[in-house]
């Protein structure tokens, strides 16, 4: 093909569209065999009877729509357990994310001050980047040995002559223990995020909105905030997202049994264990497809509000 | 927060000097915030089992080398030195493969004029937010159906088709590759693969580096796929090691100096590449995340 070095125009009649699908061919055949069929074959698993009874496997059995009722049948106590779940995923993602991003704007908004000019911004934003990178089963291993019955926390308490708090048989401190570290986690996170949306405002109309005299107050809520909220929208519905995998912290801290009373069990817990220790495909087919479907709107969301944004940019080459 | 913003607006010194302060105090608090926890894991990685008993302390002791013994001839996981170089035979592995294909694909999409170009875009883009949970179930039965169990071709093979890193990568080439390079590369002689492979990749370095970085450390701290695909001890990565460990502390029973140690040795190898390679890694996440 590259024979004819000396004729150029020539080199524009030939195709190189063989060598476009050679370049993206091993990410697609992967997709593909690794992604793609996986998934429907794990939505196929949704509408069959598939488990194991101790050593004897129960099933396929073409049951059409039953794990889906099954999922959805309120146990004898009232409740349902994939909404129990549901429930308690998005309880620790909120007691997480609320600190998260209010902690996120503060600093965002402190770091691009102009007036301010805070010093050692390399350092601190280092700093709290870190927490992000490390793996989350050691922070949730860490915590859980801080707070346990013979931890240091628990120390301190009867060294003052107060009784063992048990954190982890009780819901709320169970539950919020697990929100810290994400908010931990994240934080640093959302806050370089934001900070690149502050940047990306014209400057211009923090210039005119000091001429004319306005607090920063309202610099803040009438400029900043309204022109962020495409990003914040971003921030909070791609986190969302994060939160629904929840699955590390508490399946570390309470041993994948989502204690105490599953309260704190997530629906990725509740998919892994349906996978890895009852074996019940059918069942964890259901719960994926479930997964899959609360993703996918939540996906949609976010296409949504940072479509204009994308056309826009296409509009201008 | 928002109080002592109204003061600087009336052009007042001393309150300039006084948000400062406060900014300046809320820094340090989020600096502890964030570190503290590391401190006290370190400290107590110091510490023999009786000392950590007796309560709490922040200066460190002298049992550093002890716990490291204890954790490092840990039966119980197998072999730790064994987990870390697992771990990093997985990780260093994912990361270079992932980050070389999804480039490819990026680059192939941005450069050649084919047919069902956009529409191979679309489709990644598209398949960008599902969560690797939900095709968990097929991809493990797959994996059984191949005799692939214990292995770590199923953690790393499905790595070359990574959406997030081919979407960095295109935003990158969009922006950094002139395809005049590519043009010319062609008059003088030289074959698509080696114009990919020796002119155009050193210009996508930074761009490689930063996705290699957070490939890696992914991966390192990889605890779901794993746990489903490998159940011998042998072939452990660490995470799996921790929640083995944390299985095991109920009560007084273990050794928590050893505990604290086993955590320490997880999180280290990625302490330390984030120390040298922070400014990268702060860069990239804005570059990756926030579209338009």
């Known amino acids: ?317 | 927060m928002a109080s002592h913003m109204e003061y600087i607006d009336k052009g007042n010194k001393t309150s300039l000097l006084i948000a400062k302060i406060v900014s300046y105090i809320f820094l340090v608090f989020v600096t502890v915030l964030s570190l503290f926890s590391f401190y006290l894991l370190i400290i107590n990685a110091t510490r023999s089992n009786a000392q950590l008993q007796a309560g709490f302390t922040l200066l460190p002791k002298e049992h550093f080398i002890d716990n490291l013994v204890t954790a490092w001839n840990d039966q119980s996981i197998f072999f730790l030195p064994q987990g870390m170089l697992n771990s990093f035979i997985v990780s260093a592995c994912t990361c270079i493969i992932s980050t070389y294909f999804s480039a490819m694909t990026a680059y192939g999409v941005c450069v050649y004029d084919f047919k069902g170009r956009n529409v191979a875009h679309k489709f990644i883009i598209l398949v960008m937010m599902i969560p690797t949970q939900v095709s968990a179930l097929g991809f493990v039965k797959l994996v059984n159906a191949l005799g692939l169990t214990n292995t770590y071709w199923p953690l790393i093979i499905p790595a070359i088709a990574a959406p997030a890193t081919y979407f960095y990568m295109k935003q990158y080439i969009d922006s950094t590759l002139p395809l005049e390079i590519v043009e010319a590369a062609r008059v003088d002689g030289s074959n698509e693969f080696r114009t990919f492979n020796f002119i155009c990749t050193p210009i996508l370095k930074p761009a490689l580096a930063v996705q290699m970085i957070f490939s890696f450390v992914g991966t390192w701290n990889n605890f779901f796929t794993p746990a489903l695909i490998l159940d011998k001890k042998e072939v452990w990565t660490l995470p799996i090691m921790l929640s083995v460990v944390r299985s095991r502390i109920n009560s007084q029973a273990g050794d928590m100096g050893e505990v604290y140690m086993i955590i320490l040795l997880a999180i280290v190898p990625v302490v330390v590449v984030y120390l040298f390679l922070s400014k990268f890694i702060i860069g990239g996440v804005t570059l990756g995340s926030v579209k338009g």
């Open chain 1, 1 to 317: 093909m590259s024979s004819n070095t000396n004729a150029p125009v020539k080199h524009k009649s030939i195709s190189y569209a063989k060598w476009g699908y050679l370049f993206i061919s091993p990410f697609f055949v992967v997709y593909i065999f690794c992604s793609l069929v996986p998934l429907f074959s794990t939505f196929y698993s949704a509408f069959f009877e598939d488990y194991m009874d101790g050593l004897k496997h129960v099933g396929p059995t073409f049951v059409g729509f039953e794990n889906f009722v099954t999922l959805f049948t309120p146990k004898s106590s009232g409740s349902i357990d994939i909404i129990n779940y549901a429930g308690n995923t998005m309880i620790m993602w909120i007691m997480g994310a609320v600190p998260q991003i209010v902690f996120a704007l503060l600093l965002a908004v402190i770091f691009t001050s102009e007036r301010m000019k805070i010093k050692g911004q390399t350092f601190f934003k280092t700093v709290i980047y870190m927490p992000n990178l490390i793996m989350a089963s050691a922070f949730a291993m860490l915590f859980f040995t801080l707070f346990s019955n013979v931890g240091p926390i628990n120390q301190m308490l009867t060294a003052n002559g107060g009784e063992i708090f048990e954190f982890f048989n009780n819901k709320w401190s169970a539950r919020s223990i697990v929100a810290f570290i994400n908010f931990l986690m994240w934080f640093g996170n959302t806050t370089i995020l934001l900070m690149a949306g502050i940047m990306g405002i014209d400057q211009s109309l923090f210039e005119a909105a000091s001429i004319d005299g306005a607090t920063s107050v309202q610099v803040f809520f009438r400029i900043t905030l309204p022109l962020l909220m495409p990003i914040i929208i971003y921030v909070v519905i791609t986190a969302l997202i994060g939160g629904l995998q929840m699955f590390d912290v508490p399946q570390i801290i309470s041993s994948g049994k989502g204690s105490p009373n599953n309260t704190t069990k997530t629906l990725v817990m509740a998919l892994n264990n349906y996978i890895g220790t009852s074996k019940n495909y059918g069942m964890a087919g259901t719960v994926s497809i479930v997964l899959f479907i609360i993703t996918g709107v939540l996906s949609f969301v976010v296409f949504r509000t940072t479509e204009p944004k994308k056309e826009k940019k296409g509009g201008k080459k």
